[in-house]
């Protein structure tokens, strides 16, 4: 007990004794003003050139964020993170799907994913989507949103994504095995496309890629005329492609494959459509990107 006495008796002596002699060169004396103010908490923002292993879902949740060595297997890579700023970053919860806002993150997704890449990706089995931040995520301040593509078995008729290893970037230069070449058509009897596998351009074939239509903000096509349309506009791709006029000449040429993704992606604001010539009678065996008329020649017969 006596030394628990001193002892506070010595403490209290101290406190009177610093009083009385003043603060030491470089002391306040106010011990709460020098302390850093905390920091406001950061939301979570995910990196871009980064890739996951698991399957694309339109919702990243931070607990399922593990990213991998791209050099390793994978089915997916962010190729850019972008942010929703102004009116498109004031609502309670993320934009919904084909909102205008989120057809503007697209199109932001769009051209990084072309640079990114090295070129159009449609030009390549590649597909691309927007992965938003959680309503949690959002709630706590984030507005980000990711751009991740990943590399499907075939772009003709809905394929499956597949593992790679190996980053995206630049993958689409030329000669890529990624890019799309040439096909054989078989149609079903309602005359719609049965199946469309692809083969070597060297090797007998009715069909070719010739590029990409991108097509105006509008309704996703339902009615013939809808189609028609974009079968015109396919056209004077495919003239371009193979160097041949486009008149009215064409469609004795060739035929027309055009492949828009489907309405949800449409809406979403993927307008782009895959544009394919088609030959309805006759095989090839080598690309008729240039051709020109002696390599489409018309055939009134068609």
Not at 89 to 100: L, Y
Not at 225 to 243: F, G, P, Q, T
Request: glycine share 12%; net charge negative; proline share 7%.
């Amino acid at each position: 007990m006596r030394r628990w006495i001193a002892a506070i008796a010595l403490g209290g002596a101290t406190a009177l004794m610093l009083s009385g002699c003043g603060n030491p060169a470089g002391v306040d004396g106010d011990l709460a003003d020098d302390w850093a103010a905390p920091s406001e908490p950061t939301p979570f923002v995910p990196p871009a050139e980064v890739c996951h292993s698991g399957d694309y879902a339109d919702i990243g949740y931070l607990t399922s964020f593990a990213p991998v060595d791209c050099g390793s297997a994978h089915r997916l890579e962010t190729v850019h993170v972008g942010e929703f700023t102004g009116s498109a970053a004031s609502g309670s919860a993320p934009p919904a799907k084909g909102s205008p806002e989120i057809r503007a993150a697209y199109a932001e997704c769009d051209a990084k994913t072309k640079e990114y890449v090295g070129s159009d990706w449609r030009g390549g089995r590649l597909w691309l989507g927007v992965v938003l931040p959680s309503p949690q995520a959002w709630s706590g301040g984030s507005r980000w949103f990711r751009c991740d593509v990943t590399e499907v078995t075939n772009v003709e008729d809905n394929g499956d994504a597949t593992s790679r290893s190996g980053s995206l970037k630049g993958a689409l230069k030329p000669g890529s095995p990624l890019s799309l070449g040439c096909y054989q058509v078989k149609l079903a009897r309602d005359s719609s496309i049965d199946t469309m596998p692809a083969v070597q351009c060297t090797k007998d074939h009715n069909s070719e890629f010739a590029g990409v239509y991108g097509a105006p903000a509008g309704n996703y096509p339902s009615k013939s005329a809808d189609w028609d349309k974009l079968h015109n506009e396919c056209r004077k791709v495919i003239a371009k492609y193979a160097a041949v006029p486009n008149d009215g000449n064409l469609k004795y040429r060739t035929g027309v494959v055009s492949l828009p993704g489907n309405e949800e992606e449409w809406n979403g604001g993927n307008r782009g459509v895959r544009c394919y010539l088609w030959l309805s009678d006759r095989k090839v065996n080598r690309s008729l990107k240039g051709a020109g008329i002696n390599g489409l020649p018309i055939q009134y017969e068609n």
